[in-house]
């Protein structure tokens, strides 16, 4: 099948390499023209418009581009490019409202839009891309190929019990979720759920680091191979995911994580999936801790606990410090 794919970032371009090794034929653009020549097996276009005529009816362009005006502005351009029966379909990290927005502008106008909640970060050309879908059947109809190829499919992994007669492509790793919106807004709360097993883990080594610390009595102090906890944590442990995999991946290269500042960055989605909580008056404190931990994690030390720290010494003449100062005094 021939498919357009606007942006060739690191996603961007797997899913063009996933979709030519699976026999699809993707035309692709970016700004940066070398980018697009790079993707082997795909076709490069100058230019939105030379993308969209190399295609034919009833097209369909793939935009893979940050949330915000550079997707705003592409599916804008592309709604004036495109002919009633074509389909945009984003597959970003897009806030929902603004699908639920533009499927509605481009229905007017005869265009169908699918938002596609994209999940398998840089691993997806090997591993496929685990997909949350929303917009019209017809047009999810028409691109099963494509999100087929895409997907990462049944594998080893076992059939869960109770299962028959259910749609089968979910089992394959992608999911017609609802009308427009639906699969970002899935997508939305995957990685807020992301957000709170990362910061368990954190946590959690951060704890078996800290249990060599001079502080702790001799006999409770021990010095645990974080980078072994993560192996053997990954074979048969409840606690067991691809986020452990990644940890033992990352340990195992550095056990210091040397080359890490630890200032996290968040990506919006954590934060729209606290907003969804508020709406919904549904408690989500482990979400929502996550994400107050990855702003903390960028102020080496914020006012807040300056003045917590400031408060103490008025009413208590707390010095700073004095516990850590206290236990290195200890013989």
């Given at each position: ?12 371009a797997n899913?063009?390499?996933r979709?030519?090794a ?5 035309v ?6 070398r980018a697009?020549?790079?993707v082997?097996?795909?076709t ?5 418009a030379d ?18 005006p550079?997707t705003e ?6 709604a004036n ?15 929902f409202?603004?699908d639920?927005r ?12 699918v ?7 840089i ?10 879908i ?23 992994i ?5 299962r ?10 992608y ?6 919106g ?5 997508k ?13 883990y954190?946590?959690g080594?951060?704890?078996?680091r800290?249990?060599?610390?001079p ?12 980078a ?32 890490f500042?630890?200032?996290v960055?968040?990506?919006?989605e ?8 508020v709406?919904?008056?549904?408690a ?8 107050y ?22 009413f ?10 206290a ?5």
């Open positions: 099948m021939k498919i357009g794919i606007v942006g060739m970032g690191r996603m961007g899913i063009a390499r979709l030519a699976k026999g699809h034929r993707p692709v653009f970016d700004r940066n023209e697009a020549a790079e082997r097996d795909a490069p276009a100058k230019s939105l993308l969209v005529s190399m295609l034919d009816p009833p097209r369909a362009v793939w935009v893979m581009l940050p949330d915000g550079p502005t592409t599916v804008a351009d592309l490019l495109l002919s009633k029966g074509d389909v945009v379909v984003d597959g970003g990290n897009t806030h409202k603004d639920v533009r499927a509605g502008t481009l229905a007017a106008k005869g265009i169908d839009y938002d596609v909640g994209t999940s398998g970060g691993w997806g050309l090997e591993r496929g891309f685990c997909l949350m929303g917009g019209p059947q017809a047009a999810v109809r028409r691109l099963d190929p494509i999100f087929a190829a895409l997907a990462p499919g049944a594998g080893a076992a059939a869960t019990p109770g028959d007669g259910r749609d089968p492509r979910v089992a394959n790793g999911m017609h979720v609802g009308p427009a639906a699969g970002h807004f899935v939305m709360v995957h990685n807020g759920i992301e957000y709170g097993l990362m910061q368990a954190a946590e080594f951060d704890i078996m800290g249990r060599s610390l502080t702790l009595p001799q006999a409770e102090r021990y010095d645990i191979d974080l072994d906890v993560a192996e053997v944590w990954r074979r048969g442990s409840v606690v067991a995911s691809w986020l452990l995999d990644l940890t033992a991946i990352a340990l195992a290269k550095s056990p210091s994580l040397g080359a500042t630890g200032a960055d968040d990506s919006g954590g934060r729209w999936t606290v907003e969804a909580a709406d919904e008056a549904v989500a404190p482990v979400i929502t801790s996550a994400l931990a990855r702003f903390r994690s960028r102020i080496e030390h914020s006012f807040g606990e300056k003045l917590l720290s400031a408060m103490r010494s008025e208590g003449g707390h010095v700073e410090g004095a516990l850590e100062a236990a290195k005094a200890k013989p």
